[in-house]
């Protein structure tokens, strides 16, 4: 017969082992959480408990009569705890340390350095003969490189011309400026010297201070007629002009009808004594509003002087103006 202590001891144990266990259980339950919550923040650092039960810490049940180990199951605990801190720290502070270094962007290319010295455009040639004739007390001319433009639009000793010197130092400008062959470009500032500023300080009663051009050097054909011969503007051979503008800021119209007849027949009669080539009102619609000179070469050195100086009807007159009968063709 078991002795009634015996019975109250085993009793008692058992209660004991059951304590401890339900330690245990509710120890394995938190560790469990934090390793969970450890794998969800890092899957590859923290591993699952190992769920064979051969590798969990033994307990052994006391013996009966004997204090239930907290004190060990505790210290298991906060060791594994402790372990599991470690880690989640460690994890912080590798997740605090690590940077991540963004992919160097695609940069424009840096611009190529620029060339120690930048041309305008080809060097001028020496100056010509001619170029040494356009002394500035003549005109203010200065050389341009050689043309070479698509087709036969070539030109050598080319010049800008800009404006004339009179004898008295005033200047006459050409606006705008015109890109002549020297030649052409001579000869025109010697006819306005000559010939178009006298004949404006002495018919029209004031000086003449800008040539209003209306084209110089131009690659095209005559006219502007597709598949005709080449003008002279495409060899910067020609030069067209509009009128004159005096000191006084009279502005003359060599086509106008209006303008001093007078002026304009002196200032046809010079041009077409200078240049091979004069076209205007009366030669075809494309020079009814501007003058048309140039040194087209010919045989037999022709000259065409196309030019009408039309004005208006007299007072009462019912008759259309006269036309002058002179020479189209001079030798």
Known sequence: MISRRGILTVISGLATITAIAADIRETRAGIDSQFSDLRCSNPNLVESPPSDPRSRPLVRAAAPGARAPRSRVRAQEQSIQGKANSRTGSDKAQKTRTHVTPAPSAEAPAPPPAPAAEAAGA?????????????????????????????SCNAEDVVRLEAVVLEDGEHVALAPAATLRCPMAEAVARWIRENVAPAAATTLGSPARTIATAGSYECRERDR??????????????????????????????????????????????????????????????????????LIERKGNYRICQWDVLALPEVGSTQSPERPHGPEIAK
């Open 123 to 151: 060097t001028p040639p020496p100056p010509s003969a001619c170029q040494a004739r356009l002394t500035p007390d003549i005109a203010l001319a200065h050389g341009l490189p050689s043309i070479t433009g698509p087709g």
């Open 225 to 294: 007629v597709p598949g005709a011969k080449l003008s002279e503007h495409s060899r910067a051979n020609a030069l067209d002009l509009r009128g004159l503008i005096l000191a006084d800021g009279t502005k003359v119209d060599l086509t106008d009808k209006a303008a001093s007849k007078e002026f304009r027949e002196v200032i046809r009669q010079s041009a077409c004594n200078t240049f091979r080539t004069v076209l205007g009102p009366g030669s075809d619609d494309w020079h009814a509003n501007n003058i048309h000179l140039d």
